[in-house]
């Protein structure tokens, strides 16, 4: 694995995207949006997790993060883990009709690994990108509160719910941020 992608620093930001297998629209549903904000949530609070933005799209997750705890491979590790067996789950026991053809994708990609697995749910790697200069840090702030908006969703970042451009307009979003000034 490439050394470029690799969390080095608990002191810095970065910017991560986790991306679900076969790029399933996974995140169209309440219960699914559910389980990765209450995961985030949990991840704040007990391993250190300081998130400074967030955007939840269809099948994909877009953060800027930092540590005050554990470091952020571990993190990210526990948060898939968690995620991966709360979405199967909800997959299995839900009434979710996409199950018939979703589980089979996650089990497809499950049978490619020797990790005795039954489902895989993410993507491996978080691609973390090292936020070590304004620019960068701008550029990648813009993209998480544009993705919305460049989907077709909202027409400005700050309608979309799944995400912190709520909270950098001056208005409560659904999971707590710490603000990049």
């Known amino acids: 694995m490439s050394e470029k992608y690799k969390f080095h620093s608990e002191d810095e930001l970065y910017?991560?995207?986790s991306t679900v297998i076969g790029w399933v629209d996974l995140f169209t549903r309440l219960p699914f949006q559910n389980i990765i904000i209450d995961s985030l949530k949990f991840c704040q609070t007990e391993f250190g997790l300081v998130i400074h933005a967030w955007c939840i799209?269809?099948?994909?997750?877009?953060?800027i993060?930092?540590?005050?705890?554990e470091p952020l491979s571990d993190i990210f590790r526990k948060?898939?883990?968690?995620?991966?067996?709360?979405i199967r789950n909800e997959l299995l026991e839900g009434t979710d009709g996409r199950r018939t053809w979703i589980l089979p994708i996650f089990r497809k990609a499950a049978d490619r690994l020797n990790r005795n697995k039954e489902y895989k749910v993410w993507i491996d790697g978080n691609h973390p990108v090292m936020l070590d200069n304004n620019f960068m840090l701008d550029q990648r702030l813009n993209y998480v509160h544009q993705n919305p908006v460049k989907a077709g969703l909202v027409?400005?970042?700050e309608d979309y719910a799944l995400s912190s451009a709520r909270d950098y307009a001056g208005e409560k979003g659904l999971i707590d941020v710490v603000l990049i000034e």
């Open 57 to 63: 799209m269809s099948n994909h997750v877009h953060l």
């Open 155 to 157: 027409t400005s970042p």
């Open 65 to 69: 993060v930092s540590s005050q705890g």
């Open 15 to 17: 910017f991560t995207t």
């Open 79 to 86: 948060f898939k883990t968690h995620t991966s067996k709360a």
